[in-house]
């Protein structure tokens, strides 16, 4: 597609419900990152991948927080028995670059979570 | 945790005024990058810096690096209405490609 598109824009849900987020990233874009935006905050890391494999989750809050790129493009992030302070937008980015130096990310329009 | 902190935290300025962002990060870094995001979107990125780079400038935009300092500023020069956005920097250790961001400048431009 033409950038990175994410589903769903928003989502509510009730706590302790389970929650995925899918990011379609650019076309032949090797790296992916997920991260976790506050309110008023700037982003955070959660994981990145380099194709399928995942090289660091270690911003990953708890192990409530899963994420998969199975075959090397779309992923999704799961979050399981979601509690209030999940609420964040998630925001997913691609990049060209797999190795070396780092580039451009293209950021999606992220998903709002909200917890209730 | 965020790697860098934008310094000041909010900016008023008005049209046409220039806008100056600073940028202080912890670790040594492979390069620099700003990015814009406008309220409830996702970022856009505005330039890159590469460690071994002391300046650079796009249109409007002028990013200068201290690495002895792990600092960087960002200017805006003649700002614009559309220039009102959440601005951060994003630094990359090299290696491989983990980005992280600083806390943000919040710029309101003022027609």
Redesign the interface.
Same mark, same amino acid.
């Given at each position: 597609g033409a950038g990175?598109s994410q589903s769903p824009r928003y989502k509510v849900a009730k706590r302790g419900q389970d929650v995925a987020l899918r990011c379609d990233p650019i076309s032949g874009h090797v790296?992916l +990152?997920w /991260?976790q935006q506050a309110l008023g905050?700037?982003? $955070?890391?959660l994981t /990145?991948f380099?194709n399928e494999a995942q090289?660091?989750k270690s911003g990953l809050p708890s192990d409530r927080f899963f994420a998969e790129r199975p075959e090397g493009s779309v992923s999704t992030l799961k979050i399981q028995r979601t509690q209030q302070e999940d609420s964040a937008v998630y925001?997913c980015?691609s990049?060209l670059?797999g190795?070396g130096?780092?580039? $451009?990310?293209? +950021?999606? $329009?992220?998903s709002r979570l909200t917890v209730l | 945790s965020q790697q860098g902190e934008e310094d000041p935290q909010a900016l008023s300025i008005q049209e046409g005024e220039n806008a100056t962002m600073n940028c202080s990060y912890k670790t040594s870094i492979n390069n620099l990058q700003w990015y814009r995001q406008n309220s409830g979107r996702g970022l856009v990125h505005l330039i890159l810096i590469r460690s071994n780079e002391r300046e650079k400038h796009s249109g409007r935009l002028r990013v200068t690096l201290d690495t002895s300092k792990k600092s960087s500023s960002l200017l805006i020069t003649a700002s614009r209405a559309a220039d009102t956005a959440s601005y951060f920097c994003a630094t990359g250790p090299g290696g491989y490609q983990k980005v992280t961001f600083g806390t943000g400048t919040k710029l309101q431009v003022i027609p």
């Amino acid at each position: 597609g033409a950038g990175v598109s994410q589903s769903p824009r928003y989502k509510v849900a009730k706590r302790g419900q389970d929650v995925a987020l899918r990011c379609d990233p650019i076309s032949g874009h090797v790296s992916l +990152f997920w /991260y976790q935006q506050a309110l008023g905050q700037g982003p $955070e890391f959660l994981t /990145y991948f380099q194709n399928e494999a995942q090289l660091d989750k270690s911003g990953l809050p708890s192990d409530r927080f899963f994420a998969e790129r199975p075959e090397g493009s779309v992923s999704t992030l799961k979050i399981q028995r979601t509690q209030q302070e999940d609420s964040a937008v998630y925001l997913c980015a691609s990049s060209l670059d797999g190795k070396g130096s780092t580039g $451009e990310l293209f +950021f999606g $329009e992220g998903s709002r979570l909200t917890v209730l | 945790s965020q790697q860098g902190e934008e310094d000041p935290q909010a900016l008023s300025i008005q049209e046409g005024e220039n806008a100056t962002m600073n940028c202080s990060y912890k670790t040594s870094i492979n390069n620099l990058q700003w990015y814009r995001q406008n309220s409830g979107r996702g970022l856009v990125h505005l330039i890159l810096i590469r460690s071994n780079e002391r300046e650079k400038h796009s249109g409007r935009l002028r990013v200068t690096l201290d690495t002895s300092k792990k600092s960087s500023s960002l200017l805006i020069t003649a700002s614009r209405a559309a220039d009102t956005a959440s601005y951060f920097c994003a630094t990359g250790p090299g290696g491989y490609q983990k980005v992280t961001f600083g806390t943000g400048t919040k710029l309101q431009v003022i027609p």
